[in-house]
């Protein structure tokens, strides 16, 4: 099959009605899932990325987080004050110490204030990145249909490292899991034994288990 990324000029639009008489048309679909891919994959990044600022900075012990990291402002600042004052020979009375660390306590009081506001606005990304995600793979789902799905009947049974060497590497191993699992779940093709649970994993951890399993993760065809 040529290359898809000879063609990735082409986007997701207009991704129904297509005529699938001709090879071109079908190298488009393929290029068109390519791209959605790619916006799946950035999607999930982003997601998961978003998710471990929310832990992070407001899961339960968010509030020891926020208290260490005003801790560490006042080093910097203290640090950054001696040496301003051994290398340029800068120095400051106390009362200036004193009103420069009310400020930094206060905008740091203001910032932990609207803590409510900035966890709402990290939860919008959150879902922002789902919805994207979701739609990404909606539209690589339509596509494959028309693409994928056929071959991997046509050519059934066939492994996961034999349809990845069939599309020239240019997928990631978990995209084409996640598309090839609709048609398991509709009983449209079988899948082997596998013990491995990828749907828990980040899409690049999940990538790195199946690189050592794609040989032996096998799809029949049911139809």
């Not at 926020?66 to 120095?91: D, E, F, H, K, R």
């Amino acid at each position: 099959m040529p290359s898809a990324l000879d063609h990735n000029d082409f986007i997701a639009t207009d991704i129904n009605n297509e005529n699938l008489d001709t090879d071109s048309q079908r190298i488009k679909l393929y290029a068109r899932l390519k791209e959605r891919e790619q916006c799946w994959w950035q999607s999930r990044q982003q997601l998961i990325e978003h998710q471990e600022q929310k832990v992070f900075w407001y899961g339960e012990n968010s509030l020891i987080m926020w208290l260490l990291w005003q801790l560490v402002g006042y080093v910097v600042v203290a640090t950054a004050l001696m040496l301003l004052n051994n290398m340029m020979n800068i120095s400051l009375t106390l009362w200036q110490y004193i009103a420069l660390f009310i400020l930094q306590t206060l905008f740091f009081v203001s910032i932990f204030a609207a803590k409510g506001r900035l966890a709402n606005k990290l939860q919008n990304d959150i879902d922002k990145d789902y919805l994207q995600g979701e739609q990404a793979l909606n539209e690589m789902i339509v596509l494959a249909e028309d693409s994928l799905y056929p071959d991997v009947h046509a050519k059934s049974p066939i492994s996961l490292k034999q349809l990845n060497d069939y599309l020239n590497g240019e997928f990631h191993l978990s995209s084409l899991h996640r598309l090839l699992q609709k048609e398991v779940d509709a009983g449209r093709l079988m899948l082997g034994q596998t013990s491995l649970e990828l749907g828990i994993l980040p899409l690049e951890l999940a990538d790195v288990e199946l690189i050592e399993h794609a040989d032996k993760i096998i799809y029949k065809s049911t139809l």
